[in-house]
């Protein structure tokens, strides 16, 4: 387990800038690293990954000093599992809910006694098994991993107050495009009851001394970073789109 940028990022003080990646290449995670991106966020959720490519995207990832986080298919504690065993510098967990859904991915990333993540020998993150001790890769990986969850439902809306309860949470990420769903306005997360609960969600975690977390695109950067959000990604088809928008509209087209 490597140090993780974003935390020291956090630690610093200072937002920690990724790219969501969707498609299943280490290069373009390379990509992003030499761009100047302090993490990638490997999308198993919604692209077409797998959990072998995922674990070779985390090795281009640390290969150019970012960290990898991976989002998993499900926010179930194999799925959780299986990412942190390949590398992950941590998840972004979909569909949490309810506290007792966010302890349950705590569970699934951190090792300790009861029904924590399974400890085996020889994994990936623990440089299978030839560097260190394991006790040590222990505490080095609780140290170093991070729980981000995800508030895209209405009831997880109505249930922040137990959701902000929950230790060893790192990130709590509002996505817009699931709660628009959630709320009855699909894709439209500037709808006014929608917009109303993403800025009063965000409000309530900075106010709880929490790290909110949140995608942003070119046009809205300035304003998601005035809300105190600290992890922060933009997609990738967005980048190339403001790319190649520009570059055309220089050619005249």
């Not at 761009?35 to 797998?50: N, Q, R």
């Not at 960290?67 to 941590?90: E, L």
């Not at 440089?127 to 995800?150: H, K, T, W």
């Not at 628009?180 to 969600?201: C, F």
């Amino acid at each position: 387990m490597r140090r993780n940028a974003i935390k020291a990022k956090f630690a610093a003080g200072e937002p920690a800038f990724g790219c969501s990646i969707m498609i299943p290449s280490p290069q373009i995670v390379e990509m992003a690293g030499h761009a100047g991106f302090d993490w990638v966020l490997i999308d198993m959720e919604h692209g077409t990954i797998t959990l072998e490519t995922a674990e070779l995207m985390i090795m281009a990832a640390e290969a150019v000093g970012i960290t990898p986080i991976v989002r998993p298919p499900s926010n179930s504690s194999a799925d959780i599992t299986a990412a942190m065993d390949r590398g992950a510098g941590g998840v972004q967990v979909p569909h949490v809910n309810t506290a007792e859904d966010a302890r349950r991915a705590v569970a699934a990333v951190k090792f300790g006694p009861g029904d924590q993540r399974g400890l085996a020998s020889g994994t990936r993150p623990d440089r299978y098994g030839l560097a260190e001790a394991m006790p040590d890769f222990v505490e080095r990986s609780n140290v170093e991993s991070l729980v981000c969850i995800q508030l895209e439902h209405g009831s997880a809306i109505d249930n922040l107050d137990g959701l902000l309860g929950v230790d060893e949470v790192d990130v709590f990420f509002v996505g817009p495009s699931d709660l628009s769903q959630s709320m009855g306005h699909p894709g439209d997360p500037k709808a006014e009851p929608v917009k109303q609960a993403i800025e009063q969600t965000l409000a309530k975690i900075v106010a709880a001394g929490r790290t909110p977390g949140m995608p942003a695109a070119t046009n809205n950067i300035g304003d998601v970073l005035d809300r105190g959000v600290r992890y922060i990604y933009t997609h990738l088809p967005k980048l190339l789109k403001t790319g190649s928008t520009e570059f055309l509209r220089a050619a005249g087209r």
